[in-house]
Nanobody
Framework: QVQLIESGGGLVQAGGSLRLSCAAS????????MAWFRQAPGKEREFVTA????????SYVDSVKGRFTISRDNAKNTVYLQMNSLKPEDAAVYYC????????????????WGQGTQVTVSS
């Protein structure tokens, strides 16, 4: 069993930055791809970004390209999401997820999920 714990959410003004972290514990997540999703009130959970085990492959939803950066430190079992130039529409609960290698947007393909961390962006 893998446990994912997100942190780093909070309130930020539009144009500001936040760095989210997702720490994995329990069974090793060696080989796992990691992803960040977000869910705003009344909306479906949305894929944001994903990173391969080796970090050689990343993907982003168009709306965050050039502003968000995903990275990982496998020695620390942690994945990060650096969010710059935040906009009010980025406000949501952000979730990290782990899969056996899948890096797409289908939530059912991810095996483990964190509890989420709230990001609020004031205009």
């Amino acid at each position: 069993q893998v446990q994912l714990i997100e942190s780093g959410g909070g309130l930020v003004q539009a144009g500001g930055s936040l760095r989210l972290s997702c720490a994995a514990s329990g069974r090793t997540f060696s080989g796992s791809a990691m992803a960040w999703f977000r869910q705003a009130p009344g909306k479906e959970r949305e894929f944001v970004t994903a990173i391969s085990w080796s970090a050689s492959i990343t993907s982003y939803v168009d709306s965050v390209k050039g502003r968000f950066t995903i990275s990982r430190d496998n020695a620390k079992n942690t994945v990060y999401l650096q969010m710059n130039s935040l906009k009010p529409e980025d406000a949501a609960v952000y979730y990290c997820a782990a899969s056996g290698g899948y890096m797409g947007s289908n939530t059912f393909r991810y095996d483990y999920w964190g509890q989420g961390t709230q990001v609020t962006v004031s205009s």
